[in-house]
């Protein structure tokens, strides 16, 4: 089963609620980067909150990168978004496994850090970008991507997150849910979703026990209260080529492609975001190098 995105309403449009299976797109991205466990649960929840909060926020060919910088030992993390469900995401040390917390689950705040920032950048096709930043509150990242709703873009909402690692660092599942509050809500709706968030288990547990992100938000709201609008495919997907890869070197100092030419006789490109490797000969590097001087 591909993963998706559902987008919906409940209570007669009183809350805007989401829910995803993201299994396939971040068993990919554990695959990648060769992630260990702590590593891709942080990099796994970032890619579903950042799908999550892009399905929300954007339109048409908006895009959106999410960079959580904590003082875990994971570093920063990167994530780009988009309105059509693509996602793509990569972290500085994928190679962190931590013993686990006292609740005995994957310790995805020691991986993160408890200080830092989070950062939200979209790109609606305007001169100048927009950035919303909030400090890191938890690190756990679901109260994380909460927190920056409700002080940068002010919409109260509750975020979930969750990716279940096996033993084997492989995934079993990842999903989550976002819930945001519209005005003029009322307050037993509110009392009522307060209660259930604090009863349901975690995602990835209902997503193990076979619940798709229908059931996961029928769980919560109740299915007599939620009106389901739309699905949204959602799947890993770098979109980098050697063109983008010349067009970044034609920016460095001419010196620099000089000492490649004459000390390594090429340059190798990697890829942050899918570990793909471009190969650029001497013969290239001059080519880059004098387009650059000629502009």
């Known amino acids: 089963m591909a993963d998706y995105l559902v987008k919906s309403l409940a209570y007669d449009g009183q ?45 048409g060919n908006e ?38 917390n006292d609740n005995h689950k994957i310790d995805v705040k020691g991986a993160v850090g408890t200080q830092g920032m989070l950062s939200v950048t979209k790109d609606m096709g305007l001169k100048d970008p927009f950035t919303g930043q909030v400090p890191l509150v938890s690190g756990e990242l679901g109260e994380d991507f909460t927190y920056y709703l409700a002080k940068s873009e002010q919409i109260p909402s509750a975020v979930g997150l969750s990716v279940f690692v096996k033993d084997n660092n492989l995934i079993e599942s990842a999903g989550g849910f976002m819930i945001q509050v519209m005005p003029g809500a009322t307050d037993d709706v509110l009392d009522h979703l307060e209660q259930r968030l604090n009863e349901i288990p975690m995602v990835s547990q209902m997503m193990k026990d076979g619940k798709t992100p229908e059931d996961i938000l029928y769980e919560i709201l109740g299915q007599e209260n939620v009106q389901v609008l739309d699905t949204l495919p959602v799947k890993y997907e770098c979109d980098c080529n050697k063109d983008r890869f010349a067009e ?48």
């Not at 006789?265 to 001087?293: D, M, S």
Request: hydrophobic content about 40%.
């Open 15 to 59: 809350l805007r609620a989401y829910a995803i299976d993201a299994t396939q797109t971040v068993a990919y991205a554990q695959k990648a980067h060769d992630t260990w466990s702590a590593a891709s649960a942080a990099l796994g929840r970032s890619i579903v909150g950042t799908v999550l909060l892009s399905s929300a926020s954007l339109s």
């Open 248 to 295: 970044a070197l034609s920016s460095i100092p001419a010196y620099q492609i000089d000492e490649m030419i004459a000390q390594d006789h090429g340059a190798e490109a990697v890829c942050h975001f899918c570990g793909t490797k471009y190969q650029f000969t001497e013969e290239e590097l001059q080519q880059i190098k004098e387009k650059a001087n000629a502009n």
């Open 63 to 100: 895009k959106m990168t999410v960079k959580i910088q904590g003082d875990g030992p994971v570093g920063g993390i990167v994530v780009d978004g988009n309105a059509n469900g693509t996602v793509k995401g990569y972290l500085q040390h994928p190679h962190v496994h931590l013993p686990l």
